[in-house]
């Protein structure tokens, strides 16, 4: 075959997915959750909806938590990108995920990456929420299989595990931003 | 939001629904052992928490294509013709398959893996041949090199349809005169197969003793008719599927299902070649609910990987999932029953009519068998109808058929209470089934554990707890299904280091390959994490039937039991082996081999393990087995509800779940079984429904539209493990998956009508139900 290539038509994305630098090349019409699954290979996040009703994509983008289907790829230029694939560290799993393990707060699993991420975006934030305060903040999010009753517990759980680990250090984290948050 | 329960500042929500005495999730055991009924953190669980588990459409292939499936826009309409040559030309587009492309089966029933089926029908709906008879219904699927690609190829494709009127439900499609979906269907009616053509599929009864006569000797006799929406299974994971036809014409096919074998057997059927030429490789699954028992993508993701010799993944959206799977049907039911003036019931009779959707094979069987299997009704007759209508083919949901009969028939029966003057739980223990007693469609029931459910029911603090305020009401349901056992094969591999691992073909949906490695580690006394199990495709395990009908637990966890006492047979040989004792003198118990041969001497699991290569090779135990014993089971609810009169939005306040589990392998998922079953079950009775327009059309097919709970809707979910061990199960295993659905939308409803004094006849009893009751809006 000797004829031209077509002419180039994608993005040359440059960003930052879980604390490292990541470039990756899309369509201009291609969704982050796209670009993560099908372009960057992190199936970790997950599609239910893809019309941003049931949570199972969220991403922390800049800290801030969206559902990845509703971004779109070139939006992640220059961005920090949280997934659920960064959450556990070389040093072990985060309190969430042990959690929910403990706990047994997931079933099929589908939809733990999303609430995970979703709840660590909670728990960021607000280290000692109500039991109305997580439902209200996962309500983004939803499980078919569990009746959130677990999952609701696994996330208060997991605040207090992160409030007993800051609490053990002198001026712990989570007293400061507790107090930040008021 | 009403809230009722909100917690004090920081208070852990476990604390909030209770009393000070009073403890959630109880587990009422009578038998302990070293891992059954302990809460081990499960197998797969890690990869779960961390994304790293490889569903349905997380798999990637070299080479792999992208496929798309074109729907009909039509309820009902005759396919003309179809013309996929635009398409095809598009560049990119590598294949593009219609029901042409399928050599049309025989119109006979046959043995489909999950019960009997037509044949033609299944294929018919894979791939539309004559008729759409459903919006959303496939009738041509292209694969491309990008997904994109492939859905600009599917605008490209022609299709000529004559559209044709639509029936909805099924009073339409039993009027004289509507529309047939089909032109060869005839009914069959109590066994005959009339020449009749209708919509009606099949008429059925059942009859005990003289109903007649004892509603004409009954002291009190309440009637209803109830009409239920159309639900779907709801499921968060799209169906997937991805395909590759080799040169030599093996087919391997990774996907999404509840029972990898029952894909082999049917896409086989479709593509009409032998089963040993398809491997079907089972990926995680994010749950099914009984709607990913069936094929849709799996043969058309092999047709088109056979065009063009690539693999070819296919992936619904979530509107194809609505409108192109599942759904659960609608139905109407009547039903009748009469008691004598000191609460004893002496008669019952039921009607009961269900959409099958586009092709025959509702559950209305089942809702047959359960509608009043929970009690001791001596004088009965059941009908049933299969009806087609144009709507999806009905696919199982959780006890498929029990939770739409419990909705009419748990208020019947609670009406029955109070025109008594009795307690309703009261009522029901006085006429529970018990073990002899015989359901109206015959079988006697075996030892079940309907008695203790209620009796627990009763005795727990939130049935006394004060339910204070207006436009508040409380409401109980009972509820049964009868669980099925079918065919499990399991292997255990034993490794030298003394732990073993369990190979088996049940894929987990919720838990299981947890429940059954932990009883391959009882029988071994190994621990929960010495057992390491592993789901296999349908080349490396014998066959296995459908994670469904609360089965697996049961018959995968019998099969487990079987592979490890072969293990400790041959182990018992290695042991004798070793000590040159006949293997007849060897015992083991708890965790060591000895024999009075040997007195004074032992050998631990891990040591015999140690010498397997010296004393002949490896050592695999394995089991095939059809255990007939499955327990049926039983589940009662208690539901405290506030309705806003302004909105009439019904809130759950607090909810309670008791369930005879037999025995609770894994008390946290048997718990999160009555929990999430419980949660489609208050959203089956409050928010969901398929909203169809006047041409039979769903116009709420995304999950905005279409209301599924989320956390903010429900309360904490209580729970009470009852458990009555099934005779049937080494260690009293029944199972849980399935009937914690069956009785939420009933005590909801009961608990609406003690709140307005009037019942719902309709689900779901959504805010305008509500306020048409109220007589706010007409």
């Known amino acids: 075959m000797t004829t031209t290539p077509a002419r180039a038509t994608k993005a040359h994305v440059a960003t930052r997915i879980n604390g490292e630098e990541t470039e990756f090349l899309c369509e201009p019409q291609q969704s982050l959750l796209e670009c993560l699954r099908d372009v960057v290979g992190l199936t970790g996040t997950k599609e239910g909806c893809n019309d941003g009703n049931c949570g199972a994509c969220s991403v922390l983008l800049n800290g801030r938590l969206v559902n990845s289907c509703l971004v779109l790829g070139v939006e992640a230029a220059g961005k920090d990108v949280g997934t659920s694939a960064g959450v556990a560290t070389p040093a072990g799993l985060h309190p969430l995920q042990q959690a929910f393990l403990e706990g047994a707060a997931l079933q099929c699993g589908i939809c733990t990456p999303g609430f995970i991420l979703a709840a660590k975006a909670l728990l960021d934030k607000e280290p000692n929420p109500t039991e109305e305060r997580v439902r209200f903040w996962l309500s983004g999010n939803l499980c078919r299989c569990t009746g959130y009753d677990k999952i609701v517990r696994a996330v208060m759980t997991a605040a207090g595990m992160q409030r007993g680990a800051a609490g053990a250090r002198p001026g712990g984290a989570a007293q400061a931003s507790a107090e930040a948050t008021r | 939001m009403t809230t009722t329960k909100e917690p004090a500042t920081g208070a852990p929500a476990t604390e909030s629904a209770t009393t000070e005495t009073y403890l959630p999730n109880q587990v009422l055991s009578h038998t302990s052992y070293n891992v059954v009924g302990t809460r081990p953190i499960r197998h797969d669980g890690v990869d779960k928490v961390t994304g790293r588990a490889i569903y349905g459409a997380d798999i990637r292939l070299a080479g792999m294509l992208h496929g798309k499936v074109l729907r009909s826009p039509h309820s009902h309409a005759r396919i003309k013709s179809i013309d996929t040559s635009k398409a095809l030309a598009l560049p990119g587009v590598k294949a593009a398959v219609t029901a042409a492309d399928l050599s049309e089966a025989e119109s006979r029933t046959i043995d489909l893996g999950e019960g009997s089926g037509n044949v033609r029908w299944l294929q018919d709906n894979i791939l539309a041949r004559h008729k759409a008879l459903y919006k959303g219904h496939a009738v041509a699927a292209v694969a491309a090199t990008s997904a994109h690609i492939a859905e600009q190829a599917l605008k490209l494709i022609e299709v000529d349809y004559e559209v044709l009127p639509a029936v909805s439900t099924v009073e339409e499609a039993m009027r004289a005169g509507a529309p047939l979906l089909h032109d060869d269907l005839t009914t069959e009616s109590l066994g005959e197969q009339t020449d009749e053509h209708s919509n009606l599929a099949k008429h059925f009864q059942f009859v005990l003793g003289d109903p007649d006569k004892a509603f004409a000797e009954a002291d009190v006799v309440v009637e209803r008719v109830v009409t239920t929406a159309t639900v779907h299974q709801g499921y968060i994971e799209p169906h997937a599927a991805t395909a590759a036809w080799n040169a030599d014409g093996q087919v391997t096919i990774w996907c999404s299902t509840q029972g990898a074998f029952v894909v082999r057997e049917q896409t086989a059927k479709v593509l009409q070649i032998p089963v040993s030429r398809i491997k079907v490789v089972p990926l995680e699954i994010g749950g099914g609910f009984g709607g990913k028992i069936p094929i849709y993508l799996e043969p058309l993701a092999a047709l088109l990987s056979r065009q063009s010799a690539r693999p070819v993944k296919l992936v619904m959206s979530r509107a194809e999932v609505f409108q192109g799977t599942g759904p659960t049907p609608g139905s109407w039911m009547r039903v009748k029953m009469g008691a004598t003036r000191d609460g004893r019931l002496v008669a019952g009779e039921a009607d009961i009519r269900f959409e099958a959707g586009a092709y025959p094979g509702s559950p209305v069987g089942a809702a047959a068998e359960c509608v009043f299997a929970a009690y001791d009704v001596p004088n009965g007759r059941i009908d049933g109808y299969d009806v087609v209508v144009n709507k999806p083919k009905s696919a199982a949901y959780r006890a498929p058929g029990a939770t739409q009969a419990a909705f009419a028939a748990e208020q019947v029966v609670d009406e029955l209470a109070e025109k008594l003057g009795l307690d309703p739980i009261d009522f029901r223990l006085k006429n529970s089934a018990k073990e002899g007693t015989r359901r109206v469609d015959g079988p006697v029931h075996p030892r079940i ?330």
């Open chain 2, 449 to 778: 554990g309907s008695v203790e459910v209620l009796e627990a029911a009763k005795a727990h603090e939130h049935y006394r707890s004060p339910l204070e305020g207006p436009h508040r009401g409380r409401g109980v349901a009972h509820g049964y299904w009868f669980n099925v056992g079918l065919e499990s094969s399991c292997t255990i591999n034993v490794n030298a280091d003394g732990t073993v691992n369990l190979v088996e073909g049940s894929t987990d949906i919720g838990g299981t390959r947890a429940s059954v490695a932990m009883q391959a580690a009882e029988v071994l006394g190994l621990g929960a994490h010495d057992v390491r199990p592993a789901v296999v495709d349908t080349d490396s395990i014998g066959f296995t039937a459908v994670t469904g009908g609360s089965r697996t637990t049961f018959a995968t966890g019998f099969a487990a039991i079987k592979a490890a006492e072969d293990v400790i047979r041959q182990m018992k040989e290695r042991a004798a082996l070793i000590w040159e004792v006949e293997p007849e003198t060897v015992v083991y118990e708890g965790t060591t081999f000895t024999s009075p041969a040997r007195a004074g001497d032992t050998l631990s699991f891990k040591e015999v393990a140690a010498q397997l290569g010296d004393t002949g090779g490896p050592v695999t135990g394995r089991a095939n087995v059809d255990p007939p014993g499955h327990g049926g089971a039983f589940a009662t609810n208690i539901v405290d509800v506030e309705i806003d009169p302004e909105t009439g939005k019904v809130q759950v306040l607090r909810f309670t779940v008791i369930q005879d589990a037999g025995k609770a392998i894994h008390p946290s998922y048997v718990e999160g079984q009555m929990q999430g079953g419980s949660a489609q079950g208050i959203g089956w009775a409050l928010n969901e429904e398929y909203f169809l327009n006047g041409r039979g059309e769903m116009v709420n097919a995304s999950l905005l539209d279409y209301r599924m709970p989320t956390a903010l809707d429900l309360p904490m979910i209580d729970t009470v493990i009852v458990e009555v061990p099934n005779p049937g199960h080494p260690f009293g295993v029944r199972g849980v998956g399935e009937v914690p659905i069956v009785p939420p939308p009933a005590a909801v409803a009961n608990a609406v009508a003690h709140a307005l004094g009037k019942r719902p006849d309709v689900l779901p009893i959504s805010p305008r139900v509500v306020l048409e009751m109220t007589g706010q809006i007409e």
